[in-house]
C-alpha cells in the first residue's frame, strides 16, 4: 500500500470517529431533554411513587430514619428504605417538588448507562460497541421511564448490574483487583438495601456460571468469587436494615417483607408458569421491538450463518444470555406479570442487540435498509407530532410546544438519513421510541386526562395560605401526594375512603371533592367553594367531537371543590 492511500485511510478513519462521536453526543444529549421532560411531569406518574415520597417526607419531619411509613403514619415494611433515603436527600439538596423528587433517581439512570458500557467491555466487546450498547438501552421506553420516577426499580438496577459489573470481571477477565469485588460485593448489598432478595440473583448467578464453565481456560487461572473484607461489607449494608427492624420491631415485621417478595407473587402451576415465560419472552421483543423490526428480515435471510454464529458463542455472551434467560425463567413463576420484572436484564439485552446489528451490518444492503427504516420512523414522528401539536393548540391542553419540538426531532430524523450514514440513521431510529413515548405522554395523554394537583396547589397556597393540612376524597390515590410535592411541602393532608368518614382528629380540616360529591358534603354541614379546577377522563370518542365542535372541555370534567368544615359538621 502506498504512503498516499494509506494516509487517506487514516484520516477517513479518523473523520468517522469525529462523526461517530457528534452522533452518540447529540443522541445522549436528546435522551437528557427527554428525562428532563418527564421529570417534571404527571403524565407518567406511577402510583407506587406516593409510598416513597410520602415516606421521606416523614422520616424528614421525624427523624426516624429506620421505619418507612405511609402516609397515615402507618409502618410500611415491604420494602427496604434505601429509595426512601434517596428521596430524601433530593429534598433536603433541592427542595421539595416533583422533579426535585426524581432528580437523583434520574442520575441513577446515567450511572446505568455508564455501568451498561462496563459490562459490554468486561464481556469483551469494542469501545464503540458499549457505546452503542449504551444507545440500544437508552431506546429502552421503559428504562427511560423507570429514570424519571421516584421508585427503587432504577436503584435496584444500577447496584444489581454493577454487582454484575465486579463478577463479570472476575469471571471473564480473571480481575482479582479490589474494584471487581467491590462492585460484586458492595453492589449486591446496596441492592439487598433497595429491594431485598432481588440481590441474591447476581450472587447466585456468578456461582452457576462459574460452575457450568469450569471446564474453561481463563488467562490468569480461575479467581475466587469471595473476598472476605469486601463480602462482608456487602453483607453487612445488605442485612443491616432487617436486622435492625427485626431488632426494634420484633421478627413479626420481616413476615410483611416475606409476603411481598415471595408468598404474594409466587406460583407453583405449569402452565401459568408457561404462559409467563412466553409473555416475557415478547417482551423482550417489544422492549426492542424497531431493533427486532430492523433486524427480523436480515437474520431470517441470512439464517443459517447465524445459526453458525450462536453455536460459536464467546464466554461473555454467554454470560449476557444467561443473565437474560435467568429473569425470565424466575419471573416466569411469578404470580404477577409485570414485564418490568426483566429490566434488570435490560443492559445485557441491549448489548447483544448491538451484537446482531454488527451481524446484520454485513449484509450488502444493510445501509439502505437502515435508510428507509430511519426515514419512515422520522417520517411518521414528525406528522404524528405536528397533528398532536394541532389538535392540543384546538383544545387548549398542554403539549402544543412539545408536539412542535417533537415534529422538529422527527425531521431531523429524517435529515439525519438522507446523509446515508447508517451511525446516524441508526441513532435516529433509537431515539425515535423515545419520542414516541413523548409524544404519548406529554401531548395527547392531556387531552384525555388532567392532573388536577398542580393547579389544586397553587389555588390554596395562594387564596388559603391558613390552609396547611386537607383531605381528599373521590380523587385519584395519588392525588394527595401530588399536592404535597406541588405545594413544595406547604400543604399536608389525608386520602380519606371512598365512602368519605372523617376520622374525628380530621374533623376540623378542610376535604377535597369533586362536584358530584357536593350534595352529600353540604348535607353534612360542609360549605363548599368552587375553585375552578376541573379533573376529566375522556374517551377518543369525546376527543374527536371536541375537535369537531370547537369545544374546549372533550368528556365530562368534574369540578374540584373544597368543602370547608362548619364548627360542628354533621354526620361525619
Request: a positive charge.
Amino acid at each position: 500500500m502506498c504512503p498516499e492511500s494509506s494516509v487517506e485511510e487514516d484520516l477517513r478513519t479518523e473523520r468517522q470517529a469525529c462523526g461517530s462521536c457528534v452522533v452518540f453526543a447529540l443522541f445522549f444529549a436528546a435522551l437528557a431533554c427527554a428525562a428532563a421532560l418527564l421529570l417534571p411531569s404527571l403524565e407518567r406518574y406511577h402510583g407506587d411513587e406516593r409510598f416513597y415520597t410520602d415516606g421521606a417526607l416523614i422520616m424528614m419531619r421525624t427523624g426516624d430514619w429506620l421505619t418507612p411509613r405511609y402516609e397515615d403514619g402507618t409502618p410500611r415494611f415491604r420494602k427496604p428504605p434505601a429509595a426512601y433515603w434517596v428521596a430524601a436527600g433530593a429534598f433536603r439538596i433541592f427542595g421539595i417538588g416533583m422533579a426535585r423528587s426524581r432528580i437523583l433517581f434520574a442520575a441513577a439512570g446515567a450511572v446505568w448507562l455508564f455501568l451498561t458500557a462496563r459490562l459490554a467491555l468486561s464481556c469483551g466487546r469494542r469501545t464503540d460497541q458499549a457505546l452503542w450498547a449504551c444507545v440500544a438501552l437508552g431506546s429502552n421506553v421503559e428504562a427511560l421511564a423507570m429514570s424519571a420516577r421516584a421508585t427503587p426499580d432504577i436503584l435496584a438496577n444500577v447496584f444489581s448490574l454493577a454487582s454484575l459489573v465486579g463478577f463479570s470481571m472476575i469471571l471473564l477477565r480473571s480481575d482479582r483487583s479490589w474494584r471487581a469485588y467491590a462492585l460484586a460485593w458492595l453492589g449486591a448489598g446496596l441492592c439487598a438495601a433497595t429491594k431485598g432478595l432481588l440481590a441474591l440473583l447476581p450472587i447466585a448467578f456468578a456461582f452457576v456460571f462459574r460452575a457450568v464453565m469450569r471446564g474453561v481456560r481463563r488467562p490468569g487461572g480461575p479467581c475466587p468469587l469471595v473476598k472476605l473484607p469486601w463480602t462482608a461489607a456487602g453483607i453487612l449494608i445488605g442485612a443491616g436494615w432487617y436486622v435492625a427492624v427485626a431488632v426494634k420491631y420484633g421478627t413479626g415485621t420481616l413476615l410483611q417483607f416475606a409476603g411481598d417478595q415471595l408468598a404474594d407473587k409466587a406460583v407453583f402451576l405449569p402452565l401459568e408458569a408457561a404462559f409467563n415465560a412466553l409473555g416475557y419472552a415478547a417482551a423482550l421483543l417489544r422492549y426492542a421491538l424497531l431493533w427486532s423490526l430492523l433486524a427480523a428480515p436480515v437474520l431470517w435471510a441470512n439464517r443459517r450463518r447465524l445459526a453458525a454464529t450462536v453455536s460459536n458463542a464467546s464466554a461473555g455472551t454467554l454470560f449476557l444470555a444467561g443473565w437474560i434467560v435467568v429473569h425470565v425463567a424466575l419471573f416466569s413463576f411469578s404470580g404477577v406479570f409485570r414485564a418490568r420484572y426483566l429490566s434488570p436484564a435490560f443492559p445485557a439485552l441491549a448489548i447483544l442487540v448491538v451484537s446482531v446489528l454488527e451481524m446484520c451490518a454485513q449484509w450488502q444492503k444493510w445501509p439502505r435498509w437502515v435508510r428507509s427504516v430511519g426515514m419512515a420512523s422520522g417520517g411518521v414522528l414528525a406528522f404524528a407530532a405536528a397533528a398532536g401539536a394541532v389538535c392540543a393548540l384546538k383544545l387548549e391542553t398542554p403539549g402544543a410546544l412539545t408536539g412542535i419540538g417533537l415534529a422538529i426531532a422527527g425531521m431531523a430524523i429524517v435529515c439525519a438519513c438522507l446523509t446515508g450514514w447508517s451511525d446516524a440513521s441508526l441513532a435516529g431510529i433509537a431515539f425515535a421510541a423515545p419520542a414516541a413515548m413523548l409524544l404519548g405522554s406529554l401531548v395527547f395523554r392531556p387531552m384525555a386526562v388532567t392532573f388536577p394537583a398542580p393547579e389544586i396547589a397553587r389555588y390554596i397556597v395562594s387564596k388559603h395560605p391558613e390552609i396547611r393540612r386537607v383531605l381528599t376524597c373521590g380523587l385519584m390515590p395519588e392525588t394527595m401526594a401530588q399536592i404535597r410535592l406541588c405545594s413544595g411541602g406547604r400543604i399536608d393532608g389525608l386520602t380519606l375512603k371512598p365512602e368519605g368518614h372523617v376520622p374525628p382528629a380530621e374533623c376540623g380540616v378542610p376535604v377535597l371533592i369533586t362536584s358530584n360529591a357536593a350534595e352529600k358534603w353540604a348535607a353534612r354541614g360542609y360549605s363548599l367553594e368552587r375553585t375552578g379546577v376541573h379533573w376529566r377522563k375522556a374517551g377518543v370518542r369525546d376527543i374527536v367531537g371536541a375537535l369537531r365542535s370547537g369545544s374546549r372541555a372533550p368528556g365530562n370534567p368534574l369540578e374540584i371543590l373544597i368543602a370547608h368544615p362548619s364548627l360542628q359538621p354533621n354526620g361525619s
